[in-house]
């Protein structure tokens, strides 16, 4: 069994950054994701990394702001939110899997952490 832990949200004004963290407990996985849910919207893909941090993913909406990367020897992967907008707020949560591939789809993920509240005020 593997548990998700993230950290790292708050409130920040809008253009501002936050870092978040997600550590993976249990055992090692393969690949993680970053999704997150807005008030009364479904869940949405953000990024992904392969277990190698080789193969990253980004949503359009994200591109060119957020940063995902990974630390394995900590089983930890992060998100790096820059230039955040209002749009962004949201619940985020980590979400892993070991099956062949990091793809953009809630189904795709075996493994989900309960969430961090991030709050963009403009």
């Known amino acids: 069994q593997v548990q998700l832990a993230e950290s790292g949200g708050g409130l920040v004004q809008a253009g501002g950054s936050l870092r978040l963290s997600c550590a993976a407990s249990?055992?090692?996985?393969?690949?993680f994701g970053w999704f997150r849910q807005a008030p009364g919207k479904e869940r949405e893909f953000a990024a992904a990394?392969?277990?190698?941090?080789?193969?990253?993913n980004y949503a359009d909406s994200v591109k060119g702001r957020f940063t995902i990367s990974r630390d394995n020897a900590k089983n930890t992967v992060y998100l790096q939110l820059n230039g955040l907008k209002p749009e962004d707020t949201g619940v985020y949560h980590c979400?892993?899997?070991?099956?062949?591939?990091?793809?953009?789809?809630?189904?795709?993920?075996?493994?989900w952490g309960q969430g961090t509240q991030v709050t963009v005020s403009s």
């Open positions: 249990g055992r090692t996985v393969s690949r």
């Open positions: 979400a892993a899997t070991d099956r062949p591939a990091a793809l953009p789809y809630v189904s795709n993920y075996d493994y």
């Open positions: 990394i392969s277990s190698r941090g080789d193969r990253i």
